[in-house]
């Protein structure tokens, strides 16, 4: 799945969040969006899954012009995304393991595997000791757990993940992490991961687009990371 | 998850929205099928009144036996009479001391000459009693009084109309308090999961995906509604069954024929069906619009 901004604005009213933002993103790369709070990394996420319309320019994505696609089209493309939302989106009255089997439903994922995938996801994010407890009775980072899994149970071509260890502690930041490197390794799987901890950014070295005031700074290095790391630590210094 | 799952699955999260919801119908579908019985009631006793064709012509007082002969034989030229009985004035005492037996009171004052001799007469064709009524009518020098099934059919006919249009006007009423209900009640439930169709819409979800279960929900109290106020009513019109039938006797006011009420019973399902889906789906354009 190809992914394209060309010159992609957003305006909240008089606010100009996204100003001239163009960047394109091949099948298998896994991407981080860095920037400070506000810098309008969520709301790139959102325009992916046109959840927001572009104010101007072109979102195009598998082909499909986001701005004139239709409703069908649309869901479609969503339901090759998994998405881990930054606040989990995950429905409060459904179990864990119930979440997990609605997203399987809604991409019509064959009804005599659904029970095995759930198993399967439930055990690759380890939460089997969770899978029968409804979102207001686990933990930040089961339920980003929870979130990862039904991402990855639609076995998606992309997954969008917005500040998924802003919640976590280091250790569950880093497995979390671990984890999306593999599925990204593993299965070809395009994963964009916006942060603003630039350390997981650094170790990984993979490509970056690092926003600020709604604008691209850098769009594209491996290593541009490390130079932003090593002049916060001067900074500190 | 299946549609119908998660269907069940609202309809136990709001247990007391959906109880409303399930009452108003089966009370709308109760009256519905009351209606329908009673309806069903007043046509057995019009087809009882139109199946006895008869019409008897009293006679004016003094007429002699020619006069008497002249009208029997005008009535038998006719088409489709079965039979003209002449009453005589000794006649029509013995019928009257007959049906008084019991009250010596009203039998003893009566006499022949103060009753008029009449003329019965029975057709085939409903049609002939209308042509004999228009004739003799107007022939006031021989006939004192017409009394024919006209009369009752018509004072039935007003009264079946009646009923049939309060009737109507009632199931219209309790059909759209049903309607409404069903409507608000899915847009309130709609309104409650707004978060959950947000998700799944951004999922992937179809636009159709997110309101089917809204759909089956509707459907559900539409087909209950009917099932379970048929039943209630059918249950009421055999526990009455033999005391309203006494009361119409010799017509048989509530039948006990299955195949009516399985129809009955069939059709308000269905039409149960036609309004949940209808109007669940005005709630559902009304509520999901993303």
Known sequence: ?237 | MSAIKTTWHHLRRSPFQSLIALLVMVFSFFVISIFIIINSGLSQVLVYFETKPEITLFLKDGLDQTAVDNIQKELASYENIKQIKFISKDKALEIYKEENKNNPMLTEMVTASILPASLEVTVSDPKTLEKIYQNYATRTDVIDEIIYQKDIINSLLDWTSAIRKTGIIFIVIVGLIGFFTISTIIGMKITNRKEEIKISRLLGASNFYVKKPFLFEGAFYGICGGFIGSLLSFIIALIFRSSINSFFQPVVFIDTNLGFYGLVLLSEIFFGSFIGLLASWIGVKRYIKF
């Open chain 1, 1 to 237: 799945m190809e992914i394209i901004f060309d010159k992609v604005d957003k305006n909240f009213g008089v606010i100009n969040a996204l100003k001239d933002i163009s960047f394109e993103i091949n099948q298998g790369e896994f991407v981080f969006i860095v920037g400070h709070s506000g810098a309008g990394k969520s709301t790139i996420l959102k325009l992916i899954l046109n959840q927001l319309k572009a104010s101007n320019g072109k979102i195009t994505i598998d082909g499909v012009d986001l701005s004139h696609g239709t409703k069908d089209e649309i869901d479609q493309i969503r339901r090759k995304i998994g998405v881990i939302f930054q606040d989990y989106q995950l429905i409060m009255d459904k179990s864990v393991e119930e979440n997990i089997a609605l997203i399987l439903d809604i991409v019509s994922y064959p009804k005599d595997k659904i029970q095995s995938k759930i198993d399967e996801v439930i055990k690759q994010v380890n939460l089997n000791n969770r899978r029968f407890l409804f979102p207001s009775q686990l933990s930040g980072g089961e339920l980003q757990r929870a979130a990862l899994a039904r991402a990855l149970a639609i076995e998606p071509e992309v997954i969008l993940a917005d500040e998924p260890t802003g919640n976590l502690d280091p250790e569950n930041a880093w497995n979390l992490v671990k984890l999306l490197k593999d599925i990204n390794e593993k299965n070809n799987t395009t994963i964009i991961m916006t942060t603003h901890n630039y350390e997981i950014v650094e170790s990984l070295n993979k490509r970056k687009i690092e926003i600020k005031d709604g604008q691209i700074v850098d769009s594209g290095s491996k290593d541009s990371s490390k130079k932003h790391i090593h002049s916060k630590k001067h900074e500190r210094n």
